[in-house]
């Protein structure tokens, strides 16, 4: 079975300082995994994702991600913190096994940034 | 116009009402999803379909039911609304293409649902 695990439910920065989100997941075969973003009142809609080329993925607004196998890690990072940022970021895992292609989501990490 | 969208955005019901709520979208995927989202919990999924003949329950598809009426159409049902049901839900969808392409879900802005 599949798991997510986000640590932090909520994490604060200030503007221009590090973003640096944790994930961790749980899967038997090799993984496809993803960022999601939820700006307040919207839906998800992705950030980036993993498909096993690449292991630093670059998404949009700046945001990369790597995937670290042996530590069974997908952490999210931004160099540089806008206020537009604020927003709750999920990450996702999914693979190709039995009965489709199901995402299992984490509990999501809620981004403040402090100007 | 949205590719993904639900009706209404919005509802206040009552204990014991029936609810509908609709998903529609335009991305011709075949694949559709509902999901509720609490505070804490992150996205939970209640039932999928990988297309029209084809409805599997999810994680919480207890008190909930579903109906693919189109490609293009996916509505979740609350025959009789509890307050424990009062969340955000979300629609999705997903399609074919690139390899991990097909994973990748697509929003609606979600439906707000408070049960008194």
């Known amino acids: 079975a599949q798991s997510v695990t986000q640590l932090g439910s909520h994490v604060s920065v200030s503007e221009g300082a590090l973003v640096l989100l944790r994930c961790n997941y749980s899967?038997?075969?090799?993984?496809?995994l993803f960022w999601y973003v939820q700006y307040p009142n919207q839906g998800l809609q992705l950030l980036l994702k993993?498909?096993?080329?690449?292991?630093l993925v670059k998404g949009i607004n700046g945001f990369e991600a790597e995937f670290k196998k042996s530590e069974t890690s997908f952490h999210l990072t931004k160099p540089s913190a806008h206020m537009s940022d604020a927003a709750e970021y999920f990450c996702?895992?999914?693979?190709?096994?039995?009965?489709?292609?199901?995402?299992?989501f984490g509990a999501g990490t809620r981004l403040f940034v402090k100007a | 116009d949205a590719d993904v969208t639900q009706t209404p955005r919005n509802r206040i019901t009552k204990t014991g009402k029936r609810i509908m709520l609709e998903c529609s979208q335009t991305?011709?995927?075949?694949?559709m999803y509902w999901y509720r989202q609490d505070p804490g919990l992150g996205l939970r999924l209640i039932y999928y379909?990988?297309?029209?003949?084809?409805?599997n329950k999810g994680e919480i598809s207890d008190g909930y039911s579903v109906s693919r009426q189109a490609q293009a159409k996916f509505s979740l049902s609350l025959e009789s609304a509890i307050p424990n049901q009062t969340a955000l839900y979300f629609c999705?969808?997903?399609?074919?293409?690139?390899?991990?392409?097909?994973?990748?879900?697509?929003f609606g802005p979600g439906t707000r649902l408070t049960v008194l």
């Open positions: 996702a895992v999914s693979d190709q096994g039995t009965g489709g292609f199901k995402t299992i």
């Open positions: 899967s038997s075969v090799p993984p496809y």
């Open positions: 991305k011709g995927h075949d694949r």
């Open positions: 379909s990988f297309d029209v003949k084809d409805i």
């Open positions: 999705a969808t997903s399609g074919g293409g690139q390899r991990g392409s097909y994973n990748e879900q697509f």
């Open positions: 993993y498909t096993s080329a690449a292991t």
